[in-house]
């Protein structure tokens, strides 16, 4: 992928518009919420759920990759120096009654929504690049969620049928 920076890879200039810079990094933010809240389940189910909370660890590592893959891309692109994600003050939930089967599905249910929701953006971002590079990593991002989204459906069936 081509930069902006003189001397790094080329002068040349990508040009990509504002929307989707600023979409990609409203992305960075989603994967920021994402890496928390797969953390998140990764310590509510250690010690009752294992293999709940292996998948989240999994997937929050995954998402971990995609931040990094984002800010890259955000980099290549040209996006203005000293532009940083971080995350703002997470809402505080708290889950009603115990941490049980029913309560993991609940959990596995909604982040495969968000999941499904990541692919259908990383699509859209996908259409709206002009750059060739650009276009094949959002593409392989939008399928790295698909595949999130398939195992967190997976096992929600798998403990509902446990």
Same mark, same amino acid.
């Given at each position: =992928?081509?930069?902006?920076?003189?001397?790094?890879?080329? %002068?040349?200039?990508?040009?990509?518009?504002?929307?989707?810079?600023?979409?990609?990094?409203?992305? =960075?933010?989603?994967?920021?919420?994402?890496?928390?809240?797969?953390?998140?389940?990764?310590?509510?189910?250690?010690?009752?759920?294992?293999?709940?909370?292996?998948?989240?660890?999994?997937?929050?590592? %995954?998402? =971990?990759?995609?931040?990094?893959?984002?800010?890259?891309?955000?980099?290549?692109?040209?996006?203005?120096?000293?532009?940083?994600?971080?995350?703002?003050?997470?809402?505080?939930?708290?889950?009603?009654?115990?941490?049980?089967?029913?309560?993991?599905?609940? =959990?596995?249910?909604?982040?495969?929504?968000?999941?499904?929701?990541?692919?259908?953006?990383?699509?859209?971002?996908?259409?709206?690049? %002009?750059?060739?590079?650009?276009?094949?990593?959002?593409?392989?991002?939008?399928?790295?969620?698909?595949?999130?989204?398939?195992?967190?459906?997976?096992?929600?069936?798998?403990?509902?049928?446990?």
């Amino acid at each position: =992928m081509r930069r902006n920076n003189k001397g790094v890879r080329g %002068t040349e200039t990508i040009q990509e518009s504002p929307a989707l810079l600023r979409e990609l990094m409203r992305s =960075m933010y989603d994967e920021l919420t994402a890496i928390v809240d797969y953390t998140y389940g990764q310590i509510l189910w250690d010690s009752t759920l294992k293999m709940v909370a292996e998948l989240f660890a999994a997937t929050a590592l %995954t998402e =971990m990759r995609h931040y990094l893959t984002l800010g890259r891309l955000l980099r290549d692109l040209g996006a203005p120096f000293g532009l940083r994600p971080t995350p703002q003050g997470y809402p505080t939930t708290s889950l009603q009654g115990e941490c049980n089967p029913a309560v993991a599905i609940q =959990m596995l249910q909604e982040r495969r929504r968000d999941e499904e929701a990541a692919a259908r953006n990383y699509q859209r971002l996908s259409a709206m690049a %002009t750059d060739s590079t650009a276009k094949a990593v959002l593409s392989t991002l939008a399928r790295d969620e698909e595949e999130h989204a398939a195992a967190l459906a997976a096992m929600a069936k798998r403990l509902a049928g446990s």
